[in-house]
């Protein structure tokens, strides 16, 4: 079993900086990707980007040069930098963790508006 805590999310202006964690405790040494998704209004939930634990990233194609993923494999988290953000970055954001499962955390908002 794995839990997953995320923290950071808020209001933000346009162009401006936001940076997302996400802590997971319990079976952290069997984990293997790590990643955030978001879900905007009306929306889909989308991936946004994803690392492995060798640090191999993913990103969408929206967020490239904007948003960086990290993660502490030590620490079992994960972070999300997120860089000159938009309006239309405003979502919720979901991280994730594959274990022999997928495993979520309850989500944070972020909202962009000036």
């Known amino acids: 079993q794995v839990q997953l805590v995320e923290s950071g999310g808020g209001l933000v202006q346009p162009g401006g900086s936001m940076r997302l964690s996400c802590a997971a405790s319990g079976m952290i040494s069997s984990i293997n990707t790590m990643g955030w998704y978001r879900q905007g209004p009306g929306k889909q939930r989308e991936l946004v980007a994803r690392?492995?634990?060798?640090?191999?990233?993913f990103y969408a194609d929206f967020v490239k040069g904007r948003f960086t993923i990290s993660r502490d494999n030590a620490k079992g988290t994960v972070y999300l930098q997120m860089n000159n953000l938009k309006p239309e970055d405003t979502a919720v954001y979901y991280c994730y963790c594959d274990t022999a499962r997928r495993y979520w955390g309850q989500g944070t908002q972020v909202t962009v508006s000036s």
């Open positions: 690392i492995t634990s060798a640090g191999s990233t």
